[in-house]
């Protein structure tokens, strides 16, 4: 990960507004991009089809960052595990996890913040939720086959994505969904452009589609804006491109 981004207090800070934060602390203006906010819930209410969950379900939420999404996963899984790299991420979503809540302190302009306290929706069943640290490219063995896998924002982010990509079809049961979305955002110091998945040859829906489609089909795509607040004066808008694909049945 290059220069450790995401183990560093400034990330720490950005991820805690960006999964916990209210509308009026990410965006404190009477104008701006709303439907922007909320993305890490939005990437479970716009993209997973719960009519296909089963009762019982498990999902893994791969590169959960703080947790947000993973949590949100509770609301329709009985057992939901979040993956992360980074150390810090995966102490602070355990801590959310623990207490419902954190207090920490966001970016207003140079050296000054607000404190402010994220809080995990008291209507959420903590339990069904643990995180673990890990690699999504060189997953464990033993996690056993989920119901739906979650990437959001993770793909752009790894130095061989097609590699973590191979490993969905062992671990999603037939008919269950893989759901990804990613800006498209491919960068050297993440990837290196031989492993692009887009942005070189072809695009990354196109890439997805060769290394998926012997196993999955595609079910649903669409658009998802997000942003991610730097200072109350700085953001970065995003739209990701969503897509849901479906386990085949495997034949043979
Ligand atoms: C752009 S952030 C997206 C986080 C979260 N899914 C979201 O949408 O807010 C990318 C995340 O992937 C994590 N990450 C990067 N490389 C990883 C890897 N090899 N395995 C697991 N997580 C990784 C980072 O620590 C970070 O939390």
């Known amino acids: 990960m290059p220069d450790g981004f995401y183990e560093t207090s400034r990330a720490l800070s950005e991820y805690l507004l960006f999964h916990y934060g209210k509308p009026d602390e990410v965006l404190p203006w009477d104008f701006g991009p709303t439907d922007a906010l909320d993305y890490p819930v939005r ?31 509770a609301r329709h899984c009985t057992e939901v595990i979040g993956i992360d790299l980074s150390e810090s991420f995966i102490h602070t979503a355990n801590q959310m996890q623990k207490d419902g809540q954190l207090s920490y302190q966001f970016a207003v302009e140079g050296e000054l913040g607000q404190a402010t306290v994220a809080e995990v929706p008291s209507d959420l069943n903590l339990t069904r939720v643990r995180f673990e640290q890990g690699d999504a490219t060189f997953l464990r063995d033993g996690l056993g086959q989920f119901d739906v896998i979650l990437m959001a924002n993770l793909i752009d982010r790894l130095p061989c994505p097609a590699d973590c990509l191979r490993q969905m079809s062992g671990l999603i049961v037939a008919g269950g969904q893989l759901i990804i979305t990613t800006p498209c955002t491919w960068l050297e110091e993440y990837t290196p452009r031989t492993e692009w998945l887009g942005g070189s040859q072809a695009q990354t829906l196109d890439a997805l589609r060769e290394i998926l489609s012997p196993d999955f089909i595609l079910d649903a ?32």
């Open 43 to 73: 990437c479970v209410t716009e993209c997973v089809d719960t009519s296909r969950i089963p009762d019982d379900a498990r999902a893994l939420d791969l590169g959960c960052a703080v947790g947000r999404s993973t949590f949100e996963l």
């Open 221 to 252: 795509e669409r658009n998802l804006p997000f942003l991610i607040r730097e200072h109350a004066r700085k953001y970065q808008w995003s739209v990701a491109q969503a897509t849901r694909w479906i386990r085949l049945a495997p034949t043979g």
